[in-house]
């Protein structure tokens, strides 16, 4: 099998595992954590972008709008997360944060109608990775400072939400090279970045599937 078309099969395993992952989250819906609530709506959101922009893109040839939409409403579901459920308080800071990209993210939308597809050079996916970093370390520093503990697995998963985005980050800086270059290069990176994706899905749905089943199987139930 020649390398697209495993890329192939693995665009159209996207959908599926996202599929797999909300199926598990909505079995368990009642007995999850709030942490895990808004996972599963990242999952959903996830998939409703992935399907409505293979439609669109099939009849328009042309979706890297949905990079931006995603990336807007990625930053404003994981804002919720850290803000609601991480933090043990507001942090200021980072809603101000939190408000400066999304602003951002909005006057790019607002001027990729201007644009030609080879003038292309988002960076709101940038933004987007940049904001959950910054969230991610700053949940870090907090427990640190105030020194004190956290669940492995909130830690474990803010681990994984840090490395994820971090390596998105690097992938997306030079998304007009990737999306203009003639070259079969860029098709490796899109696999990589596919990948990647894909394994966070996996482990998202592993996590919302622990959680389920921990507290279904607990004598108090839902927490």
């Known amino acids: 099998m020649t390398f697209f078309k495993v890329l192939d099969f693995m665009t159209f395993l996207s959908p599926l595992l996202l ?28 998939l409703c972008t992935d399907i409505i922009s293979r439609i669109y893109g099939h009849f328009y040839r042309n979706n890297l ?42 006057w790019e939308i607002g001027t990729l109608g201007t644009i030609q597809v080879r003038q292309f050079q988002s960076y709101a996916k940038v ?23 956290a669940e492995v697995e909130i830690l474990k998963l803010n681990s994984i939400i840090l490395i994820y985005f971090a390596l998105t980050l690097i992938f997306y800086l030079p998304i007009n090279f990737l999306i203009n270059i003639n070259s079969d290069l860029k098709f490796y ?35």
């Open 19 to 46: 599929l797999l992952g909300i199926a598990i989250g909505m079995y368990y819906y009642k007995f999850l954590d709030t942490i895990y609530k808004v996972l599963l709506v990242y999952l959903i959101v996830s």
């Open 65 to 106: 709008i949905f990079i931006l939409v995603f990336s807007l409403t990625e930053a404003a579901i994981f804002s919720i997360l850290y803000h609601n459920c991480f933090f043990e308080k507001r942090n200021k800071l980072m809603l101000v944060l939190s408000s400066i990209a999304a602003l951002y993210m909005v």
């Open 127 to 149: 933004a987007d990775s940049f904001l959950i970093i910054i969230l991610a370390i700053s949940y870090f520093f907090e427990k640190i400072g105030r020194n004190t503990a």
């Open 189 to 223: 990176f899109w696999g990589a970045n596919l990948l990647l994706t894909l394994l966070f899905y996996v482990f998202i749905s592993w996590e919302i599937w622990k959680n389920g089943l921990n507290l279904k199987q607990s004598p108090f139930g839902s927490r």
